[in-house]
């Protein structure tokens, strides 16, 4: 198989991001959608509360923003980027129930760090990470935060903090080994913990880096399109095509697609004499869904060849999926079924899908 960067983007050390764009209501649900939104005044707005009458599953959310990025430092086999906005309402989930954290008037900025491994620019769900906020050598907060998926951003690590004023921080960040499966060449990679120092500079001139402005199709079915973001990777998975194996098929269940792969061979470290493989991602732009539980079932005529859990699994071929050593044949019925939604917190646009999941069905041809 060809080694591939399957969470894919291209940002200068420190800086503004420009604003996001606004993705068409009717976007190609296949490919990274959107149009550029515009540009920014540079004032906080109060932001993130979703719409009552939103629809069920994804929709625009009500603001486009622009951020401030920090710096980028390496430590063992993780690269670590930070950048701040505006603060956020998001949502957090818990099982399957999910609550609302809102902004408050003490929240000075929305932290937000994402890790990836340099050599392939794979975006590391699952890795978990706590950040500590210092101003000269005072300790001014430390706590863990939240893994997200937002439409700009895809999946990060973020949270509101608040700062006792403006000035100059030093943030460390700090990630544990990885508990998901490893395979391929990442086998024996991400195991051990790792951490970095990046300055934060919370300053008038940075301020004026980030804000929000409203977005004329808010509410509307559809996403906004995935940030370019330069030298930090975004969390974009490939389309079915570009991924190895044969694909069985990208059945659809709230909002979240299913790519169904079924290889001759499971990769490096996974014992089997075939693997079925399940990249989850989003409706539009293809982000990355980590950390759901999800079962298949196999079936060959009257017999039941597997029934279990395919397990979370990273891979520098599929990239971030759901896998199990399992060989499928031609007829074989395959039926998938979410038992957990990702437990990840949601921006404004996400927090009304991938909770409510119907079985999938395939026939493999």
Request: aromatic residues 8%.
């Amino acid at each position: 198989m060809r080694r591939r960067r399957f969470l894919r983007g291209a940002i200068a050390t420190t800086g503004a991001l420009a604003l996001a764009g606004c993705s068409e209501s009717q976007a190609d649900e296949n490919g990274t959608t959107g149009i550029d939104s515009g540009t920014t005044d540079g004032a906080p707005a109060a932001n993130g509360t979703a719409d009552a009458d939103a629809p069920d599953g994804i929709y625009v959310q009500s603001f486009a923003e622009s951020m401030s990025m920090q710096g980028m430092a390496t430590s063992g086999d993780y690269q670590f980027g930070l950048m701040f906005t505006v603060p956020h309402t998001f949502w957090n989930v818990n099982g399957s129930s999910v609550e609302e954290t809102s902004r408050t008037d003490d929240d000075s900025l929305h932290l937000m760090a994402s890790v990836w491994d340099p050599e392939t620019k794979t975006v590391l769900p699952e890795t978990g990470l706590s950040v500590e906020l210092r101003r000269e050598e005072e300790l001014v907060s430390q706590e863990v935060i939240y893994p997200m998926l937002s439409q700009p951003m895809g999946f990060h690590y973020g949270g509101n903090f608040s700062l006792p004023g403006n000035g100059e921080y030093t943030a460390t960040l700090s990630v544990g080994g990885l508990s998901t499966r490893r395979t391929g060449t990442f086998e024996g990679r991400f195991g051990d913990p790792a951490n970095v120092e990046i300055p934060l500079s919370f300053t008038e001139e940075t301020q004026r880096e980030v804000g929000s402005q409203p977005i004329e199709k808010a509410g509307d079915r559809g996403a906004l399109a995935p940030m370019q973001m330069g030298m930090l990777p975004q969390s974009v998975l490939p389309t079915p095509d570009e991924m190895p194996g044969a694909l069985l098929g990208t059945p659809r269940s709230d909002d979240a697609d299913f790519v169904t792969l079924a290889l001759d061979a499971p990769p490096a470290g996974v014992d089997g004499d075939g693997y079925l493989a399940v990249s989850a991602r989003t409706r539009y732009n293809r982000l990355v869904l980590p950390a759901m539980g999800l079962e298949a079932t196999v079936t060959r005529g009257d017999e039941t060849v597997f029934d279990g859990s395919l397990e979370r699994t990273l891979d520098p071929d599929l990239g971030y999926h759901y896998g199990a050593g399992v060989a499928v044949e031609s007829g074989d019925e395959v039926t998938l079924s979410v038992s957990t939604p990702p437990q990840v917190a949601r921006h404004e646009g996400y927090e009304r899908a991938f909770l409510q999941f119907e079985p999938m069905e395939l026939t493999v041809e």
